[in-house]
């Protein structure tokens, strides 16, 4: 059974969600911005990066270059 766009989206934002609240000592982290970058632009980076990681239209690679554009133009950095 294929899952549909919306859960997979939900599905990767959950993930990164996850990520970001697990301590890391020397990584960003909720409680610990660092290299120049915090919390909330990984999670913004995460909302604006599941359109196009999702888009049944474009190639994988596709999907990936517009997941970058995405962030850089939500965040200006590599989160």
Do not use: W
Not at 2 to 29: F, Q, T, W
């Amino acid at each position: 059974m294929a899952l549909s766009r919306e859960r997979l989206r939900a599905s990767y934002k959950d993930a990164c969600r996850m990520e970001i609240e697990a301590l890391k000592p020397g990584n960003v982290h909720l409680f610990a911005d660092g290299h120049g970058m915090s919390a909330a632009q990984f999670m913004m980076s995460a909302e604006v990066s599941s359109e196009p990681l999702t888009d049944p239209r474009l190639s994988v690679g596709q999907r990936m270059l517009e997941a970058v554009r995405a962030t850089r133009l939500a965040v200006a950095t590599n989160t």
